[in-house]
């Protein structure tokens, strides 16, 4: 069976700071792969997919960036955080449906 | 118009109670429904998903298409507290390769 591992599961980082989040997935071959953004209170934020290594596409223009450096792994970053980049952090993998992992609370102080 | 629109919320109901969640959609290229269920603090789970007009049942849980309408609708019967989350509907186009849009998501509370 399919499954996905995201981490850190909760981080407080400082404006200014670098940011790295990584999603892995097991069982399955060439997933479509997602990074969504979940502010409190508001819906789901597409922030970034990719169809396949090193093809990624953006939704929100801003200072965050994701790479695919292998088939199952996606990761979410940024060199500089923003107050305005706290939130949670979600990876999905799948095509027609998707599938979640945890989440990621970042904290922005 | 937004492609995905659904009441935000929140909705409150006794233990027991049948509950009618919807989502209404504005694009007809939309061929795939589903319903998320997520608790609080974590990721949605896939609750149910259809591609049909029509009704699927699983359990208590009934997810009711209306491709002519686009309307789509998730019901709960026998609700109870353990339903408490937020509900967000999702729809697809028949491409895999475009993602999800999603519904902002019901706050329900089921009060015992």
């Known amino acids: 069976s399919q499954t996905i591992h995201q981490w850190p599961a909760t981080l407080v980082q400082p404006v200014g700071s670098p940011l790295s989040l990584e999603c892995t997935v097991e069982g399955t071959s060439n997933p479509n792969l997602y990074w969504y953004r979940q502010a409190a209170g508001r819906g789901l934020q597409l922030l970034f997919y990719s169809v396949g290594i090193g093809q990624i596409s953006s939704e929100v223009p801003q200072n965050l960036s994701a790479s695919r450096p292998q088939d199952r792994q996606f990761i979410l970053s940024s060199k500089k955080l923003l107050l305005s980049d706290s939130g949670f952090y979600l990876c999905a993998w799948g095509t027609a449906t998707i599938y979640f992992g945890e989440g990621s609370w970042l904290t922005v102080v | ?112």
Do not use: H
Not at chain 2, 60 to 67: G, I, N, P, S
């Open chain 2, 1 to 112: 118009q937004k492609e995905v629109e659904q009441d935000p919320g929140p909705l409150s109901v006794p233990e027991g109670a049948i509950v009618s969640l919807n989502c209404t959609y504005s694009n007809s290229a939309f061929q795939y429904f589903m319903w998320y269920r997520q608790y609080s603090r974590k990721g949605p789970e896939l609750l149910m998903y259809t591609y049909s007009s029509g009704n699927k049942e699983d359990g208590r849980f009934t997810a009711q298409v209306d491709k002519s309408s686009k309307y789509i609708s998730l019901f709960i019967r026998d609700s109870q507290p353990s339903d408490s989350a937020t509900y967000l509907c999702a729809i697809s186009r028949i491409s895999g390769n475009t993602p999800l849009v999603f519904g902002k998501g019901t706050r329900l509370s089921v009060i015992a």
